[in-house]
């Protein structure tokens, strides 16, 4: 049941979900700059980093079949893109955010390897609310 939390105040399975997909998503248009204009400077503090596009997004309500299909063909269009692209993981961006205003350079395998560590911790969390429910 995507319904389920491992505590009332933590996100369900389908928050986690589309959480990752959405997340995802903007690294993923992170990774096309930096291939496609390795250097530039990418300014993403528009982002909110207060989880607040779970509300803002309806991630309660949005289908996680939908959502695993895109994150699927984002990956799949990527792995095509960095084996015909030569030095992919090197091309980088300057990144600024909220956190780093200045920016800081962030290579392709940097942001790919972000993503994985997000992606491990968020699964961690499904497989202990799934334990946690005996599901």
Known sequence: DYRLAR???KWTIREIVQHLVDADSLVHILVMVALGNSGCVY???WYKVDNSWAQILMYQQRSIDLAIALYKANH???VE???ILPDSLE???VL???KDPAGSKITVEQLIQSRIQHTRHHLAQII???RQHKI
């Open 7 to 9: 505590l009332d105040d």
């Open 43 to 45: 300014d993403q503090s």
């Open 76 to 78: 799949q269009s990527l």
């Open 81 to 83: 893109l960095l084996k």
């Open 91 to 93: 091309r980088f961006i």
């Open 96 to 98: 600024r955010w909220a």
């Open 128 to 130: 202990e609310t799934r």
